[in-house]
């Protein structure tokens, strides 16, 4: 866009009445222009925001629709604001009155002619002094003159220097997140780009657990041995009894001709499938507290959480546990033994099978709680095998030499074979 210039007005010259309006009305067209500038950068904003200036390829982000959003909406209510203060300055200088030239001073008339002064009279009596009259009414009040024609307005005076930059003031909170705009629509799929490189290969995993094996199935016919045709290398001189230098490795014989391939054997019999040692397992809990448990008692326990198979059976609420023959069980527990009142407690608790203590199978804590409730945790766990003939009785005693309440009792056992 094209800019104006302002005339070269200078202290010397004279301004008339005709001059002063020009400028003004200049005034009004050089600040129509202004705003015209500051609307045309509001424009390449929006036209940023469309992508539609060229060379430019940087798209703008959601944070720049909204920033350009509220400054082109402010400027063009402060626009609209502005232009109605030029209209009513333009209007001023339309309407103001132009006067015509003053006229030439018209001829100076004659002067009259003075008569002659006659004498004077004979000076009469002093009257009697009248009485004094009455004083008349106040004369009307006369039309105002008329009202004088309005100044005209002076120049606009020079810009003044611009002051000194004021200190920044603190940084505003962050305004509030628009709302997302609408998904624009999907572009066309460019080209396929370049394959990258192959990425380095991840760390192998660790190899899981074997599974059991089945029975070995009959092995197959071995098949016919080919004709290698090899010649057997020297072998190396065999050094003495008592152990001295590894003596030199006789050369490698020639590799022979690969043998033929041997017709391959019949495949074996499938071995019998090994025994899942999950299919039998049982979880048995006691959320609550037990009843008092006598001195070599065992505890009841009242949930069958999970029982599967039947090479483990227990009825809720029985301290008896029924585990299959000639089997090999894993085992673990966990309870915690309780004193109402103040004090020291020393908690021991075992498994028992068949009426016999379980080596290594007992727990025994002794816990110190001073003036609160006492409570020691007690936990252990083993493998045992049981014996041939009958099903076996396990339960879960209490080995103190007091009666006892126990908590939260839980037990795990899996058949491993």
Same mark, same amino acid.
């Given at each position: 866009?094209?800019?104006?210039?302002?005339?070269n007005i200078?202290?010397?010259i004279?301004v008339?009445?005709?001059?002063?309006?020009?400028?003004?009305?200049?005034?009004? &067209?050089l $600040?129509?222009?202004? *705003?015209?500038h500051i %609307?045309?950068? $509001?424009?390449?904003?929006?036209?940023?925001m =469309?992508?539609?200036?060229?060379g430019?390829e940087? #798209?703008?982000?959601v944070?720049?629709?909204?920033?350009?959003?509220?400054?082109v909406?402010?400027? %063009?209510?402060q626009a609209?604001?502005? $232009?109605?203060?030029l209209?009513?300055? =333009?209007?001023?200088?339309?309407?103001?009155?132009?006067r015509?030239?003053?006229?030439?001073?018209?001829?100076?008339?004659?002067?009259? =002619?003075?008569?002659?002064?006659?004498p004077?009279?004979?000076?009469?009596?002093?009257?009697?002094?009248? &009485?004094t009259?009455?004083?008349?009414?106040?004369?009307?009040?006369?039309d105002?003159?008329?009202t004088? =024609?309005?100044?005209?307005?002076?120049?606009?005076? /020079?810009?003044?220097?611009?002051?000194?930059?004021?200190?920044?003031?603190? @940084?505003?909170?962050?305004?509030?997140?628009?709302?997302?705009?609408?998904t624009?629509?999907?572009?066309?799929?460019?080209a396929?780009?370049?394959?990258?490189?192959?990425?380095?290969?991840?760390?192998?995993?660790?190899?899981?657990?074997?599974?059991?094996?089945?029975? +070995?199935? #009959?092995?197959?016919?071995?098949?016919?041995?080919?004709?290698?045709?090899?010649?057997?290398?020297p072998?190396?001189? @065999?050094?003495?009894?008592?152990?001295g230098?590894?003596?030199?490795?006789?050369?490698?014989?020639a590799?022979?001709? #690969?043998?033929?391939?041997?017709?391959?054997?019949?495949?074996?019999?499938t071995?019998?499938?090994?025994?899942?040692?999950?299919?039998n397992?049982?979880?048995?809990?006691?959320?609550?507290?037990?009843? *008092?448990?006598?001195?070599g008692?065992?505890?009841?326990?009242d949930?069958?959480?999970? +029982?599967?198979?039947?090479?483990?059976?227990?009825?809720?609420?029985?301290?008896? *546990?029924?585990?299959?023959?000639?089997?090999?069980?894993?085992?673990?527990?966990?309870?915690k033994? $309780? /004193?109402?009142?103040?004090?020291? %407690?020393?908690?021991?608790?075992?498994?028992?099978?068949?009426?016999?203590?379980?080596?290594?199978?007992?727990?025994?804590?002794?816990?110190?709680?001073?003036?609160g409730?006492?409570i020691?945790?007690?936990?252990?766990?083993?493998?045992?095998?049981? #014996?041939?003939?009958?099903?076996?009785?396990?339960?879960?005693?209490?080995?103190?030499?007091?009666?006892?309440?126990?908590? /939260?009792?839980?037990? @795990?056992?899996?058949?491993?074979?």
């Amino acid at each position: 866009m094209s800019q104006a210039n302002i005339p070269n007005i200078t202290p010397d010259i004279t301004v008339t009445l005709d001059d002063a309006l020009n400028l003004l009305l200049v005034s009004v &067209a050089l $600040e129509e222009l202004g *705003i015209s500038h500051i %609307i045309n950068a $509001e424009a390449e904003k929006i036209q940023y925001m =469309l992508g539609t200036i060229p060379g430019l390829e940087t #798209p703008a982000t959601v944070s720049d629709l909204l920033a350009i959003n509220s400054s082109v909406r402010d400027t %063009i209510a402060q626009a609209i604001k502005y $232009e109605s203060l030029l209209n009513e300055k =333009l209007v001023a200088v339309i309407n103001t009155p132009i006067r015509g030239a003053t006229g030439a001073t018209g001829v100076t008339g004659p002067d009259g =002619l003075t008569g002659a002064t006659g004498p004077t009279g004979p000076t009469g009596d002093a009257g009697v002094a009248g &009485a004094t009259g009455a004083t008349g009414p106040t004369g009307a009040t006369g039309d105002p003159g008329v009202t004088g =024609l309005t100044g005209l307005t002076g120049a606009t005076g /020079l810009t003044g220097i611009t002051g000194a930059t004021g200190a920044t003031g603190a @940084t505003g909170g962050n305004g509030t997140t628009g709302a997302t705009g609408a998904t624009g629509a999907t572009g066309a799929t460019g080209a396929t780009g370049i394959t990258g490189p192959d990425g380095v290969l991840g760390a192998i995993g660790t190899t899981g657990v074997t599974g059991s094996n089945g029975a +070995l199935g #009959p092995t197959g016919v071995t098949g016919a041995t080919g004709d290698c045709g090899c010649e057997t290398g020297p072998t190396g001189a @065999t050094g003495g009894s008592a152990t001295g230098a590894t003596g030199a490795t006789g050369a490698t014989g020639a590799t022979g001709d #690969p043998g033929g391939i041997g017709p391959t054997g019949p495949t074996g019999i499938t071995g019998v499938t090994g025994v899942q040692i999950t299919t039998n397992n049982a979880f048995f809990l006691d959320d609550g507290f037990t009843p *008092i448990v006598a001195p070599g008692d065992p505890i009841p326990i009242d949930q069958n959480f999970t +029982l599967n198979g039947g090479a483990i059976t227990h009825t809720a609420g029985s301290t008896d *546990i029924f585990l299959a023959p000639s089997q090999t069980y894993y085992i673990s527990y966990r309870t915690k033994a $309780e /004193l109402a009142t103040p004090g020291t %407690i020393t908690g021991n608790v075992g498994l028992v099978l068949n009426g016999t203590t379980i080596p290594g199978a007992s727990s025994s804590m002794q816990s110190f709680p001073g003036a609160g409730q006492a409570i020691t945790t007690l936990i252990s766990n083993t493998i045992i095998n049981t #014996p041939a003939g009958a099903p076996s009785l396990l339960t879960l005693n209490n080995f103190e030499a007091v009666p006892r309440a126990f908590d /939260l009792t839980t037990m @795990t056992i899996i058949k491993l074979q």
